[in-house]
């Protein structure tokens, strides 16, 4: 996905929480193999058809008691194929941005082994094939005996920092959102004082509920001192197949091979 579309402001966060919970729909962020412009692309779920629209709100709290707004809105939908399509808008309350006007499109296509990204304003389509995860490779690390080997000096001493505990998991009463049965999971994580510069403990909350039926994250709350309160949640669940052409490059776009 195109993210330099977004504005710094809110890349922080989105591509934070993408990152931690492998984006909310079957059409996850995918990652770049090494060497390589290929991608690995997420596991296709064939079948399970819907289409949704997901906001994300991030409140942040400045000193002074300021408060900051950012509202991000995606498009997101799977057909029975497996096929998923997301559709990114412009951030509300911009100046001179239509709201409902995409500002990048990404498909994932297993059935013909390709990722497309669209760009609507300059109606470019970047198609990159789909790339299985490279293997792991065990390499025979043998380590002479120190009989046969000069002695070396002692590395220096490196100050120590404290350890970040792993993070807790409590599991929630299950609910339902929008018609589906979702369950829910609460992860705290705690940053010890002194592990990043900080005086006192720092702790962090993430409430993350998820629908087993379609395999999506539909409700998503998040608890920073150092960012603010981010909440993403599912709207105007849609579980008809959805029209074909959301699968598809537009004729008058310039397709570009990578």
Known sequence: MLLQSFSPSFLSI?????????????????????GSTSMSGPRSTTNLPYSATFITTRLQTLADGTTITHVQREFRARDSKGRTCMEIFVQEGLPDQNPDEPINVMIFDPTTGQHISLNPRRKTAKVVPIQAPPQSVIINSTVPSSSTTPSAAAPPEVQSTPLVPPP??????????????????????????????????????????????????????????????TTMEMKDLNRDEPAPELFQIPADYKVIQD
Not at 201 to 216: A, K, N, P, Y
């Open 168 to 229: 807790g998991l409590e599991k929630l009463s299950p609910q339902t959102i929008d018609g589906l049965y979702v369950e829910g999971t609460r992860i705290t994580r705690v940053i010890p004082a002194g592990s990043m510069g900080n005086d006192r403990e720092i702790t962090t909350v993430q409430d993350v509920w998820r629908s087993r039926e379609l395999g999506i994250e539909v409700l998503r709350k998040t608890t920073d001192p150092r960012s603010g309160e």
């Open 14 to 34: 989105s591509a934070l929480s993408m990152a931690l919970l492998t984006p909310a729909c079957s059409c996850q962020a995918v990652g770049v193999v090494s």
